[in-house]
């Protein structure tokens, strides 16, 4: 079965063993667990996108571990005022596995 999970504002589509990253998530450490409660599911013979059905649907994923995503520059620069500056940013993962899709 894969899951649509809505998780740091974004739709990832997962099943059981997928590995993915996502921006940290407070209070949470490597090792602890996490259950995330589905958008959309897609089964063998139906597609169910809302309603008591998709309530029952629990994705339970595992962090693996916390790392620094990749570094973007930006760079300002005004002409004949010698004005110049530049900086990055570097945003916080989490890298989380799923374990287990249960269904109630």
Do not use: A
């Not at 209070?27 to 409660?37: A, E, H, M, P, S």
């Not at 959309?40 to 998709?54: R, V």
């Amino acid at each position: 079965m894969d899951v649509f999970v809505e998780i740091g504002g974004k739709q990832i589509r997962v099943n059981e063993g997928t590995v993915f990253s996502t921006l940290k998530i407070k209070n949470k450490k490597v090792g602890d667990q996490i259950k995330l409660t589905p958008v959309c599911c897609i089964g063998e013979n139906e597609i169910i996108t809302g309603g008591e059905k998709l309530q029952n649907v629990e994705v339970i994923c595992n962090i693996l571990e916390e790392k620094k995503g990749k570094k973007v520059y930006s760079f300002k620069k005004k002409p004949k005022t010698g004005y110049k500056r530049g900086y990055g940013h570097r945003d916080r993962l989490m890298i989380l596995k799923v374990s287990k899709i249960e269904t109630k």
